[in-house]
Structure formats: structure tokens, C-alpha cells
């Protein structure tokens, strides 16, 4: 999908009325983190209206495309978690320091401060002041890996800013024109979603600008995402020193890790939403299918949940920034994910009841390299359907 280059004026009136609205809803949060959870169901139903209204409002902040989907992901995913944070995991948070920690960390990064859920006052009242004193002493005592971290996080904001800026101003413009125009003027993109069964009748280009796709998937948002870190981190720790280096790990896996499906998601990808939704997926199959979430049949519920959610989440999310078609693939693509997952998972089950695992064992190299040529070739064949209904469908058609 072609994006403009970032368009995002924080000054522009309208720009402040979501930020206003996430705000206060985020004050809310930390109230509610540090009360008692008779309140909770109260203080979240604020909480939530206001993140509703942030997240409607989320056109209002940029024109950039990419940048509102990433916007609007978080918002909505942040709303997940804090529900879950509140009224599903229950935790309670006696400080405003405690509960800072918690308030935007989907992922559930641990240190002495976020060990904080109430078993009883005394033992969470020795906990804290333990934790606030190994607070005092690592920033006492840090400075230079602060330092360290502040020129390592600029370098790297700076090096995906220019990176970012020559994708979307000058390489993707060029390649995509030129693939355009290549493609035959009598085959409509939605022909064009459809490649295996066409193989008499794929060409070059059409084939080129599956291969663009799958790179553009993966590289936009690891660019993007990855330059929202940086910059959040270096304000959160370098700025206003509310966090530590270690609070900040990376994003993102090695590519290298991605010769499965299963890998390309758990190594790869991000981990933001991963045990929010896994907490949603095990509470729908316990109370909702009553089937265990430990039981096999429960794991693969549980599984086929998170992929859920997650096309739920971004089919929203798609539709909210002004697609009006071509929203539903994205529910349709992370429950194709889910099935590639289960359809890998049974042919490695298959090759070692035929060839043995000690066979297995002494072709890794072959293993990976169809392992790498499965994932890639999955997200080639899928991603397109993802795509190019939203290139044919335009904003607000």
C-alpha cells in the first residue's frame, strides 16, 4: 500500500483534541491501577470512553496513512490492555510509580517495581520500598549507560528516519510506477489476487510487485514501529528519566528466525499484543467454550483466538482510517496465518514419521532453507490478498 512520507503536525488544533482525550484517559488508568477493584468497573467505563473518542479522532492527527494505522493499533491495543490489566489479571499498583510501569507495558517487561500485585498490605508495602530503593540506586549509579543508550537510540532514530524518508519519497514511488505500467492494461488487480491458479498466465512484473509487497509488509512497519521505539524510549529515558535501558529492549527478532510461520511470529515479529490476547483467548476458551486452556484442544482455541483478535484489531483499525472495503482481509489473513501454522505443524509431524528424526537431524541446512522457502512463499502468495483490495478501494471509497 503507498504511503505519503510523515505529514504529523502536533500543533494543528485538531491534532490536540485526541491527544487530550488519550490523556485523560491514561490519568484515569493510573487512578484506576491504585484502586480498589469494587471502583474499577466505574473508573474503566471512563476510561475506555475516553480512549473510544481518542481513537475516533484518530484521522485529525496525520494524513499519513501508515502513521494513523500505527496510531490507531495502539490506542486500541492499549485499550485491550488495560481492560485486561484492570479487570481480568486484576493487578494493583499502591504507587504512582507502580502503576506508571504498568499503564504501557503490553509486553509485561518485569522489574522490582511492577512486582506489585496485592497478596497482602505488609508484603506489598516491603516489596515497594525495595523496589523504589533499587530504583534510587540503578539511578544513581547509571549515568553512562544512559549515556550510552541516549547516542545509540539517536543514531538509530536518525538512520530509520532516512531510511523511511528514501522508501516512501523516492524507491517505492519509482518501483511501483514502473511495475504499474508494466502490468497489463485489461487485468484488473482483483485478477491479480489470484496467483497459483494463474500460472500459465503470471508475468514478470505481476510477479515483481508480489515480491515488493511482502517486503514493503514487513519493512514499513518495522521501520515505523521501530522509530516510534526509539523515540519513545529516548524521552522516557533519557528525557525525562522515568525509565531505564533495559525497560526498552528491541522490538523486533533477527530475520534469520523466520523459517516457519510459527517462528515468523513468536522470533520475528513483534510482541506487543502477545500475552494481552493471550489472556483474552484463555479466558473466551474457559468461560465462553468452557474447554481448558491447558488441554490440547484448548491450546489450539487459544491460538486460533490471538490471530483472531488480532484481525479484528487491525480490521478496525483499517476501516477507521477511511477504508470503506478491503477491511475484512485483514481478519481473513490472520486466520490464514493461524491455518498455516496448523498445516506446517502436521508436515513436520508427517516428515518424522517418514524419515525419522535422526534423518531430520542430519539435514538441517535443507530443513531451514524449505522452512525459509514456506514462510516467505506463504506471505507471498497471501499478502497480496491483503493488499491490493485496499489499492483498488482507495480512503473513503
Request: with cysteine.
Amino acid at each position: 500500500m503507498v504511503q505519503d512520507f510523515i505529514h504529523f503536525n502536533p500543533f494543528k488544533m485538531s491534532a490536540w483534541q485526541p491527544l487530550s482525550y488519550f490523556s485523560a484517559s491514561a490519568f484515569l488508568s493510573l487512578v484506576a491501577l491504585q484502586s480498589q477493584q469494587t471502583y474499577r468497573p466505574f473508573l474503566l467505563i471512563l476510561v475506555v470512553t475516553l480512549g473510544v473518542l481518542a481513537f475516533n479522532r484518530i484521522p485529525d492527527l496525520t494524513s499519513d496513512l501508515s502513521i494513523s494505522s500505527s496510531i490507531g493499533l495502539f490506542v486500541f491495543i492499549w485499550l485491550l490492555h488495560i481492560t485486561c490489566v484492570l479487570c481480568v489479571e486484576q493487578h494493583v499498583s499502591l504507587s504512582w510509580t507502580a502503576a506508571y510501569k504498568m499503564l504501557f507495558n503490553p509486553r509485561r517487561i518485569v522489574d522490582d517495581s511492577q512486582r506489585d500485585v496485592k497478596k497482602t498490605k505488609d508484603d506489598t508495602a516491603a516489596a515497594e520500598k525495595k523496589s523504589s530503593d533499587a530504583v534510587a540506586h540503578t539511578k544513581a549509579t547509571s549515568s553512562q549507560s544512559h549515556s550510552k543508550f541516549l547516542v545509540k537510540q539517536l543514531i538509530l532514530a536518525l538512520t530509520l528516519y532516512t531510511i523511511r524518508h528514501f522508501y516512501y519519497k523516492s524507491f517505492t514511488p519509482y518501483i511501483l510506477t514502473n511495475l504499474l505500467q508494466q502490468l497489463p492494461h485489461s487485468t484488473p488487480l482483483s485478477t491479480l489476487t489470484v496467483y497459483i491458479r494463474r500460472i500459465p498466465y503470471i508475468t514478470l512484473p505481476e510477479t515483481l510487485l508480489r515480491i515488493f509487497i511482502v517486503i514493503d509488509f514487513v519493512l514499513s512497519t518495522y521501520l515505523l514501529n521501530n522509530l516510534f521505539h526509539a523515540i519513545f524510549s529516548i524521552t522516557f529515558v533519557s528525557l525525562l528519566r522515568l525509565d531505564s535501558p533495559t525497560d526498552w529492549p528491541p522490538l523486533f527478532g533477527s530475520l534469520s528466525t523466520t523459517y516457519s510461520l510459527r517462528a515468523f511470529w513468536s522470533r520475528f515479529w513483534h510482541r506487543l499484543v502477545a500475552r494481552t490476547y493471550l489472556s483474552y483467548s484463555s479466558l473466551l476458551t474457559l468461560k465462553l467454550f468452557r474447554i481448558d486452556p491447558r488441554s490440547t484442544p484448548g491450546r489450539l482455541l487459544v491460538a486460533f483466538l490471538i490471530f483472531f483478535l488480532s484481525g479484528m484489531a487491525h480490521a478496525v483499525v483499517t476501516w477507521r482510517i477511511g477504508f470503506r472495503c478491503g477491511w475484512w482481509q485483514d481478519l481473513w489473513w490472520f486466520c490464514a496465518n493461524f491455518a498455516g501454522i496448523q498445516v506446517e505443524e502436521v508436515v513436520k509431524v508427517v516428515a518424522k514419521a517418514v524419515l525419522g528424526k535422526k534423518v531430520l537431524r542430519g539435514l538441517p541446512g535443507l530443513e531451514r532453507a524449505v522452512g525459509y522457502a514456506w514462510t516467505w512463499g506463504f506471505l507471498f502468495w497471501s499478502l497480496p490478498k491483503l493488499q491490493y483490495p485496499k489499492m483498488m478501494c482507495g480512503v473513503g471509497m
